[in-house]
């Protein structure tokens, strides 16, 4: 079996007794390997640009339909919500790796399923994958031993194929999604590592002076260190380091800490800084805007790709929907598409209404595109 700590996994862990644990063996001499970075890839893009990051998103499943597909919508809104601040977008590519028609996601059943992150990682990436240079991958499975729910490797890793490996309980925001970790900031938090973050509480109370602090720890001088990692949500923030000059409480409040979802809440502005200028150095493809014309980021998605999804436009207010009985009125004429909570396209029809009379009982997710606006609706039916 592999040496972890040589692998540099990034890992959360949750205890088999309920009480939030997580663990992250990093082998930090890899993510030195980013700096210095490239003064010239550092030129393609202002601090005001917006770099847009594709991704191919590989749903490892141990039955058909085990995870529902419009959590990934919800993935998707999480990341860009919390990336936001940094101007790092992602986005679903309209076209695969060779210029076929594509949502960005693959669905495989396969053993893999159930994915041993210490002897399959190989396994798992070599079994489907997109290429790196052109997407960030992010595999999907349905669990994985000791209750990990997600590791990473950074760009540029050459020990395996970079992206996220995430178990699907964490995956999504609210509805469906396992708590505390029911925001989305798995991935987040993961992928911060892809683009060379490390945990604030990196080395101990280490980097503690103004000539330590960029080289030590976490190598980032305003997250300020931090002796060891907390899980739930500390109140008042515990302050276990004495630095200089200026000593501050532990930045618990860090994406790149280990607390509950919803105590997480910012990258800081060096973080942000390292995370943009690792990406035009290390994912100079990735975000190039030749890869974004190859993956048709401007043009319109699929509808049928759109609904699976659920990334819908906000609905607009002048057109409704209304139930009476078992169908399902929409205010105007529309394609209507009905999906059931695993994300399969179960009913169709042109018109005004659509009826889920023989559908068996469960929620279903109606959406209509009306003048090219895709409208959505979740309904019980039972």
């Known amino acids: ?135 960030l991958n992010i595999w999907i499975v349905s669990s994985m031993p000791m209750q990990v729910i997600g590791y990473a490797r950074a760009l540029g890793d050459t020990e395996s194929k970079p992206g996220v490996v995430l178990a699907m309980e964490v995956v999504g925001d609210r509805e469906g999604v396992r708590s505390p970790y029911d925001r989305g900031r798995t991935a987040v938090h993961e992928i911060g590592h892809v683009f060379s973050l490390l945990h604030p509480f990196e080395g101990g109370c280490r980097g503690m002076t103004p000539q330590t602090c960029a080289t030590e720890g976490d190598e980032i001088c305003d997250t300020p260190p931090q002796h060891r990692a907390y899980y739930g949500c500390p109140n008042p923030a515990p302050n276990t380091c004495n630095e200089t000059p200026i000593d501050l409480p532990d930045p618990i409040h860090n994406y790149m800490g280990y607390v509950d979802d919803s105590c997480m809440n910012h990258f800081t502005p060096e973080q942000i800084a390292r995370m943009r200028a690792f990406l035009q150095d290390r994912g100079a493809v990735l975000i190039s805007r030749e890869n974004q014309q190859a993956r048709g980021r401007l043009e319109p998605m699929n509808p049928s790709c759109a609904a699976i999804t659920a990334l819908a436009a906000p609905p607009r207010q002048e057109v409704s929907f209304a139930r009476k009985g078992s169908t399902i009125i929409v205010e105007k004429a529309a394609h209507i598409l009905v999906y059931d909570a695993a994300g399969r396209l179960v009913r169709q029809t042109q018109g005004e209404e659509v009826s889920l009379e023989g559908l068996p009982p469960g929620f279903y997710y109606i959406h209509a595109v009306v003048e090219g606006c895709l409208l959505s609706y979740k309904v019980p039916y039972f």
């Open 1 to 135: 079996m592999r040496d972890i700590a040589r692998l540099g996994f990034f890992l959360f862990l949750l205890s088999t007794g309920g009480q939030a644990q997580k663990l992250c063996p990093v082998d930090k001499a890899f993510l030195r390997l980013a700096a210095p970075v490239s003064l010239s890839s550092q030129r393609l893009y202002s601090s005001e640009d917006t770099l847009w990051v594709p991704l191919a998103i590989h749903i490892i499943e141990q039955q058909p339909d085990e995870f529902p597909l419009h959590r990934i919508g919800a993935q998707l809104r999480a990341l860009n919500r919390d990336f936001a601040p940094a101007k790092i977008q992602f986005y679903l590519p309209r076209y695969g790796p060779n210029g076929e028609p594509t949502c960005g996601i693959t669905r495989s059943v396969s053993p893999l399923a159930s994915h041993d992150w210490s002897t399959q990682e190989d396994s798992l990436k070599n079994f489907i994958f997109w290429n790196p240079d052109s997407f």
